[in-house]
């Protein structure tokens, strides 16, 4: 495992300095996930599904020593990186290598290794879909697009794009939340994180109605938010959340990816 020093001082492990250092920026540096009135109580119980190699359960960690993080991620390579940074908070942290999801099933995961980030349960239409959103984001920054100009720059593009989504397929356990919930039998979550690469909506089939209640506040990243944030927003308010939904900064409008803060009204 590959050592990385953050900027703030602290040591992880991690896949690549490039992802390394964006999830910093936007987790530690910009706060994206504590927007909006999210917050964290002190003892915060926080769920963190699609925790990577652990950046956002590192955050609240220094921004809320007493809180208690379940973390799941279902990438193998990911999860051990997830287990070792979580290794210093042996009393505040278990981490879960598994996917939350709709029902309790088997289902083949997709691991990036080049983009590990973008990792997930995908069908082949679903890394298209993903491949076109990172074509359109790349030749909507500059300094990026310069790269892909000339006579055979949309096939270096499409070469480019090819490369970083060449995965490795693995079979994956998927468990509903409620199952955890119960299992844990938590009576209250203060904070529910999903960042699950577009399987967001069946993150939340897995919250049977009874729990729903238990929930204070959730912030989620939302894929093709043109076709399923109208949905997320209509399931959250009606289980009685107030939602502020907004593009993910810098490519958010062009890639359909927008994140939802939603607290109790």
Not at 63 to 83: D, G, M, N, W, Y
Not at 111 to 130: A, M, N, W
Request: net charge negative.
């Amino acid at each position: 495992m590959e050592s990385y020093t953050l900027p703030n001082g602290l040591s992880i492990k991690h896949h690549s300095a490039t992802e390394t250092l964006q999830l910093y920026r936007d987790i530690f540096a910009d706060g994206i996930y504590l927007r909006h009135g999210i917050s964290l109580p002190d003892q915060a119980l926080v769920l963190d599904a699609g925790a990577n190699i652990g950046m956002f359960t590192l955050f609240v960690m220094s921004v809320c020593p007493t809180a208690c993080i379940h973390a799941f991620e279902p990438a193998p390579r990911s999860f051990q990186l997830l287990k070792e940074n979580a290794s210093a908070y042996p009393e505040r942290v278990k981490t879960y290598h598994c996917g939350l999801g709709a029902e309790e099933k088997q289902a083949m995961f997709t691991f990036l290794p080049k983009v590990t980030c973008g990792s997930g349960f995908y069908d082949g239409e679903g890394i298209e879909q993903r491949k076109q959103m990172i074509q359109a984001v790349i030749m909507s920054i500059p300094e990026k697009r310069k790269r892909f100009e000339g006579e055979l720059g949309d096939e270096l593009l499409q070469y480019y794009v090819d490369e970083l989504f060449k995965g490795e397929s693995v079979e994956i356990a998927i468990v509903p939340v409620s199952k955890i919930i119960d299992e844990l039998q938590l009576d209250h979550v203060d904070l529910f994180k999903i960042d699950v690469e577009g399987s967001e909506r069946d993150v939340l089939k897995g919250l049977n109605e009874k729990d729903w209640p238990k929930i204070r506040q959730m912030v989620l990243e939302v894929h093709d938010s043109p076709k399923t944030l109208p949905e997320i927003v209509e399931q959250l308010e009606r289980h009685g959340f107030r939602v502020t939904a907004v593009p993910e900064e810098k490519t958010g409008e062009i890639s359909g990816t927008t994140m939802a803060y939603a607290t109790r009204t």
